[in-house]
């Protein structure tokens, strides 16, 4: 008699939808994670920053690292082709370069100037591609000796080594508006130039 009422009680329970139900859930969900872990797995090379770069550099100093396809998206730059453009927003070291910070570039009305720099009076680690503030200081002992803020921000085109002069000067090209071309020649005529860099973070 107890034999018999548990067959039925089995068959009850196999009956029931709610048991069914059940079921159907839990390999849902297992499909549905496995799925998304094998999406998790899959990677994407795409370039990041090996140190600071500023508004309206080419973005050259980059790295190719692999990062998880659904934390990315479309929002970084592949590393399958070289970047095109300019910054216009600056990029920090270590930060993944996002597609949406590379515009046009726009040389138009801009002229590239060459310096010399004394080594101790340009920033430590300056590179193409960063920004500088220049100053400039009259050596002519009848001009009062008052530095004065040439041009702001500039962006730094090109850096030789080659000595340019008996005191060891290093030559660095900047780019900036032609209408301002005049007062740096004649400051750097005058006297000699200080270069202080814009950290990315004073960068708009």
Excluded at 89 to 101: C, I, K
Excluded at 177 to 196: C, H, K, M, Q, Y
Aim: charged letters at 20%; a negative charge; aromatic letters at 2%.
């Amino acid at each position: 008699m107890e034999q018999g009422n548990a067959r039925t009680l089995t068959r009850v329970r196999w009956r029931d939808g709610r048991l069914w139900l059940g079921v159907v859930l839990i390999i849902v969900s297992m499909v549905i994670g496995s799925r998304m872990l094998a999406h998790s797995d899959e990677r994407v090379i795409v370039w990041r920053a090996t140190h600071d770069l500023s508004v309206g550099s080419v973005p050259d100093a980059l790295e190719p690292v692999p990062v998880a396809l659904g934390e990315v998206g479309t929002r970084y730059a592949p590393a399958n082709t070289e970047p095109v453009g300019v910054l216009t927003r600056p990029v920090a070291a270590g930060e993944l370069l996002p597609s949406a910070a590379l515009g046009a570039v726009q040389d138009s009305g801009m002229r590239i100037i060459t310096m010399p720099v004394e080594p101790l009076h340009a920033p430590v680690g300056l590179l193409p591609g960063d920004r500088v503030d220049i100053w400039a200081t009259p050596t002519d002992p009848s001009v009062p000796g008052v530095s004065r803020l040439i041009e702001e921000s500039a962006v730094v085109a090109a850096i030789s080594a080659d000595s340019m002069g008996v005191g060891g000067e290093i030559g660095v090209a900047v780019r900036i508006p032609e209408s301002r071309a005049d007062a740096l020649i004649t400051a750097i005529r005058a006297g000699s130039v200080d270069l202080v860099a814009v950290p990315i973070q004073a960068q708009a």
